[in-house]
């Protein structure tokens, strides 16, 4: 179907944050497949572990045990301090898990039938029809009416926006959002924001759902993106760079929101499979081996201060934002078609929210890759806006 507007270029090879299209051009890509590839690209480890398992067993069955998962979930509990695991294969899925989570503790332990989730203005979840309904965009929403009800809409980083909630609906359960949201335009609350909202739940037994598929397995500089505010959620979801490129989705839980589902509650067939769990260890093994974060922290600061120098003085430059290996450059205008620039002069980078340019390196991204991006970049922005 023609649901994507694609460049025209396809690749036959990677390696670390370049690839190579059929022509053997080189493309230095500062996205990472929309935040997946954490790892870049041909990473040895990667390689090595899909391999191996490969030759062993790809898929059994959420039937039986599957010593992987097991692992991962033991790992991912260990670096969260949460409770419990459910695996998936995508963003969305991992989201559709933790608002049915939400819904079915409203139902059995607040006593309430039609429970809503507060969710936020410029917010993204995924496609499927419940977490369209949780996502601000109504471009992507129209001609899919009727949408999923139960969701109530806030600005993002109000807080008292949130409190007026509280006061107005009896049937509040949780509150939904991404700590840096991503495809709304890389935008960022603060720490104090973040511990507000933590003490909000608390005070109302709402659930705190962090959707980290985009923020986190590393690329804010921690393992995920609340753990700056030293804040928990009850729900937090993973996927894009959980596995450098294998699809997977996980939704874990903590506190008041372990212990929900039980057998029959919720399932999926490929989630957690032999094959995705071995690649998601391996991402995760090398993240800390290699001190990736710190790296993701230091080249991110390194972009940010790099484009805040070259694009100096430039008159349509409104900001420079972000965090760790999350930045966005917003312009006073549509900018698209600098998408198509870029490709044209070799380097892979986004435009979102019309306006903001989005900048999704691997993890392993070098000061060499900071300089190449900077000085193919900037001038193409100036160019622009000139
Ligand atoms: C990409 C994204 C999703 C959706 O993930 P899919 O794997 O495409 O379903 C959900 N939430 C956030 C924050 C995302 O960035």
């Known amino acids: 179907m023609n649901t994507y507007a694609r460049q025209p270029v396809s690749f036959t090879h990677g390696q670390g ?57 033991v790992r991912l509990a260990m670096l969260s301090g949460m409770d419990e695991v459910f695996f998936c294969n995508s963003g969305l899925e991992a989201n559709e898990a933790a608002i049915k989570l939400a819904r079915f503790y409203g139902h059995k332990k607040k006593g309430i039938d039609l429970p809503s989730i507060v969710v936020m203005e410029h917010a993204f979840h995924g496609r499927s029809l419940a977490t369209l309904s949780a996502t601000a965009n109504r471009k992507a929403q129209a001609g899919f009416e009727p949408l999923v009800p139960g969701f109530l809409r806030v600005p993002y980083g109000n807080i008292d926006a949130v409190r007026q909630v509280a006061s107005r609906s009896r049937d509040v359960v949780a509150v939904m959002l991404e700590v840096l949201q991503g495809e709304g335009g890389v935008h960022v609350v603060s720490e104090d924001y973040l511990r507000e909202l933590r003490g909000l739940c608390d005070e109302h037994g709402w659930l705190l759902i962090c959707d980290e598929v985009q923020c986190g397995t590393g690329r804010t500089g921690k393992w995920f993106g609340w753990q700056h505010a030293n804040v928990r959620p009850d729900i937090m979801t993973l996927a894009k760079g959980l596995a450098s490129g294998v699809p997977i989705g996980a939704c874990l839980t903590s506190g008041r929101a372990a212990g929900l589902f039980q057998p029959g509650s919720h399932g999926c067939t490929f989630g957690g499979n032999p094959l995705a769990c071995a690649a998601a260890l391996t991402t995760l093994d090398v993240i800390a081996e290699e001190g990736l974060m710190d790296n993701a922290v230091r080249m991110g600061e390194a972009i940010r201060a790099g484009f805040a120098k070259a ?72 160019e622009f806006l000139s």
Request: aromatic share 4%.
């Open 17 to 73: 944050a370049w690839l190579f299209d059929e022509a053997g051009r080189k493309y230095l890509d500062a996205l990472a497949g929309i935040a997946v590839s954490t790892l870049g690209h041909n990473h040895p480890r990667i390689v090595e572990a899909i391999s191996r398992q490969a030759g062993k067993v790809l898929h059994t069955s959420n039937l039986y045990r599957i010593p992987l998962q097991e692992e991962l979930a």
């Open 311 to 382: 694009l100096e003085g430039v008159a349509g430059v409104k900001d420079i934002r972000g965090r760790g290996l999350m930045v966005g450059i917003e312009l006073d205008r549509p900018c698209g078609e600098l998408v198509v620039r870029a490709l044209g002069a070799g380097l892979l980078i986004n435009v979102t929210s019309d306006s903001v340019i989005r900048l999704l390196p691997a993890l392993i991204f070098s000061d060499s890759d900071v300089k190449a991006l900077i000085e193919g970049l900037a001038p193409l922005i100036r």
